[in-house]
């Protein structure tokens, strides 16, 4: 069974760091397209960063570049989302997720993730930015 557990997720200033974690069980996060999106209330979940797999070369949404950085512990079978200089706007749930079809491989580096080509999901962690 597959399973995502997020976690590292917490009230942030403006201007703040926090240091997002994905541990995977179940399947090898270096196979598959992993992917880090987030949603904000009343608003659609969008792709914020993806790996296509383990072979290499990263996505960024516009809105985070620069800001956020994706990495993986293979030995950990673990993604992390390093995200810096948060601001209010970045404030959101935040859910990680792994793609065993060809879409999310694909897709990831040219369109970013997106969330329909995404098998599994964590349960998603808060983040507040806030003053």
């Known amino acids: 069974q597959v399973q995502l557990v997020e976690s590292g997720g917490g009230l942030v200033q403006p201007g703040g760091s926090l240091r997002l974690s994905c541990a995977a069980t179940?399947?090898?996060?270096?196979?598959?397209?992993i992917g880090w999106f987030r949603q904000a209330p009343g608003k659609e979940r969008e792709g914020v960063a993806c790996?296509?797999?383990?072979?290499?070369?990263?996505y960024y949404a516009d809105s985070v570049k620069g800001r956020f950085t994706i990495s993986r512990d293979s030995a950990e079978n673990t993604v992390y989302l390093e995200m810096i200089s948060l601001k209010a706007e970045d404030t959101a749930v935040y859910y990680c997720?792994?793609?065993?079809?060809?879409?999310?491989?694909?897709?990831?580096?040219?369109?970013?993730?997106?969330?329909?080509?995404?098998?599994?999901w964590g349960q998603g962690t808060q983040v507040t930015v806030s003053s």
């Open positions: 997720a792994t793609g065993v079809q060809a879409p999310a491989y694909y897709y990831c580096l040219g369109y970013g993730p997106m969330p329909n080509d995404y098998d599994y």
């Open positions: 179940g399947l090898s996060l270096d196979r598959y397209a």
């Open positions: 790996f296509p797999s383990g072979k290499g070369g990263t």
